[in-house]
């Protein structure tokens, strides 16, 4: 086996701080991506022993929801707005352009480890169409001139 | 010290609203402009975001749509004053778009910080609750129900009846669950509650622990509104300074404390039982009804599971009585509804009207018809599970029985209007894909139906056996109406067969009989 790119005992600590909320697993699934950006494959096992679960149970939570990942994303992730309200402002013809922007398809990094591409159906952005959302940034009327400049300053933060 | 406005409201947010709060910030300090920079909720009127307003002796003035770039400019003409300006709205509460709603729930949002719990206290807030703790529970109940408030959500169930029902259910331990899983396309209003108006919420959960016996709230918000998590967060916490959740509320030895809990991007963890399975840490699978969660919910006790739209309502049907809020609406849908337009229009925002409003009056008087200048061709009413509706029907009045009666649902208020460059047929491809992306698996009508559904209507696109396979798409619609689990596989023909219905031509096919 690879050797584990995360730190074990941060980890353990994340689990251990939220291991007797009632219904848990979420809380933790939630703090071990956002201290690491996914959920590691090989952390399944420290989190289904603190639960009581087994890892299949945890197998099947992370594999159930879209949100959870299991490799690591690229350092911002770009979700784009596939859903019916930035449909009709047209948010087709922006996601091509992400995609041939970024060079990558939904659930893919680029090769420079800078960005995800992501779908997301509703960002609650509705009135601002078409809508992306980078990093926890929401950003409305997201034509592919801004969407490049989005990219940019995206870029070019430190 | 001059008040300025900018808001923190995520939409504002995503046009620029920092930037121009920035700007504001630092030009008063070079003018040595003595101000006060507040950062309220969205107004609603996001055409006009980033909408910066000035308290002045005559009221609150407008200007936007402001660009970081106009803030110099705004200085120089004068807006500290009121003065004049290309962006100048006038008087906020006089824009027509905001002056004819009827804004019950929404009435401080746009207006207040929205965590500044003395700001909250100071626009008529936590009154329902001083009343509700003067009350018995059943009393409580009983204001609930004499509103006639139905459930927000989009299933419209009395939502006095679900409340009665877990006060009557014998329990040591019951919970309050807010569903903030606002995931239908096309809606806004949980999300613009949350984040500008985070008490209503908080005191409409208080107010219904006391009436049915809770001292456990959790607000399930989904992941996608990281803005709404970090108000209601800021929101939670001022509310036990002040006294207002925790052990002893206002002093009177009933306790309610409240947690919010993140989805993780599954819609159809928007569905009751599914959003309980979720926040016990399980995959969100529908569960088989009965029990109801009013009998068994979270964790197997009595629960009282709201949408944030109903809960939020609470609190001014108990500070006005539930007599007050039955009196707007029309037939057997009492109050007002927060209706949000969205999609390609002129003027989408949030428009709270008393039910009985017609669609058309929505989409056009409020709306302002659509952004492209192309005639409205079709409009989505209550989220992807919602029926598309042609111009033919635009008279409708939103009541949930007018809506019922000509096979469309109401749902959480939102409305997608398309021009008339819209594919219909897409627009049912895309029903049957998102069925099919986020059914839970559970039931096989949902899991496999939609997949087929998306097979089918490839196939009428392509022209290949048109006749059968709009034959087997009805058939396989009937069979998913029929013999779904939950309102995703049984509603995912809402979108498909109104499309088809009322586009035929679309997918190549003569119109129906």
């Known amino acids: 086996m690879s050797e584990q790119k995360w730190n074990v005992e941060e980890v353990s600590l994340i689990i251990q701080g939220l291991k007797d909320k009632p219904g848990a697993l979420l809380p933790i699934l939630h703090a071990v991506q956002d201290h690491l950006g996914y959920v590691p494959p090989d952390s399944v096992p420290l989190i289904a022993h603190a639960l009581n679960l087994s890892r299949a149970e945890v197998h099947g939570v992370i594999s159930f929801y879209h949100y959870f990942r299991e490799s690591p994303p690229g350092r911002e992730t770009v979700h784009i707005c596939r859903a019916e309200a930035c449909q009709a402002m047209g948010s087709e013809a922006l996601e091509a352009h992400a995609k041939q922007r970024l060079g990558i398809d939904y659930h893919e990094n680029t090769s420079d480890g800078q960005f995800s591409l992501e779908p997301v159906y509703c960002l609650g952005n509705c009135a601002c169409s078409p809508s992306i959302m980078v990093g926890k940034e929401v950003y409305g009327r997201v034509s592919p001139e801004r969407f490049d400049e989005i990219i940019e300053a995206t870029k070019a933060k430190p | ?513």
């Open chain 2, 1 to 513: 010290m001059i008040k300025v406005y900018v808001p923190r409201d995520s939409s504002a947010l995503g046009l620029g609203a920092e930037q121009v709060a920035t700007a504001i910030k630092s030009e008063a300090g070079r003018r040595a402009a003595d101000i006060q920079l507040i950062r309220n909720g969205s107004r609603g009127l996001y055409w006009l975001e980033p909408m910066v307003e000035v308290e002045t002796p005559v009221g609150r003035v407008a200007y936007g749509p402001v660009a970081a770039a106009d803030v110099a400019s705004l200085f120089d003409a004068g807006f500290l004053e009121g003065k004049a300006h290309a962006l100048s709205l006038g008087l906020t509460a006089e824009i027509p778009y905001l002056k004819n709603q009827e804004r019950l729930t929404f009435a401080r949002v746009g207006i207040t910080d929205p965590v500044s719990l003395d700001d909250y206290i100071a626009h008529e807030g936590y009154r329902g609750l001083r009343r509700a703790l003067t009350l018995e529970p059943a009393a409580i109940v009983e204001e609930v129900t004499e509103s006639g408030l139905r459930g927000r959500g989009g299933a419209a169930f009395p939502t006095g009846i679900k409340w009665r029902t877990v006060l009557g259910a014998p329990s040591e331990q019951k919970y309050i669950v807010c569903n903030a899983d606002e995931g239908d396309s096309g809606t806004f209003s949980d999300r613009m509650v949350m984040e500008c108006d985070p008490f209503v919420l908080i005191e409409g959960m208080t107010i219904a622990g006391l009436a049915v016996g809770a001292t456990q709230g959790y607000i399930y918000l989904r992941c996608e509104y990281p803005h709404a998590h970090v108000a209601l967060n800021e929101a939670i916490a001022a509310a036990e300074r002040g006294g207002y959740l925790g052990d002893n509320l206002l002093g009177s030895d009933k306790a309610f404390r409240l947690e919010v809990r993140l989805g993780a991007g599954a819609y159809v963890c928007g569905e009751e039982t599914s959003l309980l399975e979720s926040l016990e840490g399980k995959r969100g699978l529908v569960r088989y009804k009965p029990p109801l969660p009013a009998i068994e919910g979270l964790f197997g006790k009595p629960t009282v599971i709201n949408n944030v739209i109903s809960l939020a309502s609470v609190p001014i049907i108990l500070d006005k009585g539930g007599a007050y809020y039955r009196d707007f609406g029309m037939g057997r849908s009492r109050g007002t509804l927060p209706i949000q337009l969205a999609g390609n229009l002129k003027h989408p925002g949030l428009v709270e009207k008393a039910f009985g409003v017609t669609l058309r009056e929505i989409l056009y008087d409020y709306g302002g018809g659509s952004a492209s200048g192309c005639p409205i061709r079709a409009v989505q009413v209550g989220g992807p599970l919602g029926a598309y509706l042609p111009e033919s029907q635009f008279d409708t009045p939103l009541d949930y029985e007018a809506f019922a009666a000509i096979w469309a649902v109401l749902g959480h208020g939102g409305v997608v209007a398309f021009d008339d460059t819209a594919d219909m047929s897409k627009m049912a491809r895309y029903g049957m894909e998102f069925c099919a992306e986020e059914s839970c698996g559970k039931c096989t009508p949902c899991r496999i139906g939609s997949t087929r559904g998306v097979e089918v209507i490839d196939k009428i696109r392509a022209g290949v056996d048109r006749d059968q396979n709009v034959a087997l798409l009805r058939d396989l619609s009937d069979t998913m109406l029929a013999g779904s689990l939950c309102a995703l596989g049984g509603m995912t023909p809402y979108p498909v067969l109104s499309a088809l219905n009322h586009f035929p031509e679309d997918f190549g096919v003569a119109a129906a009989e």
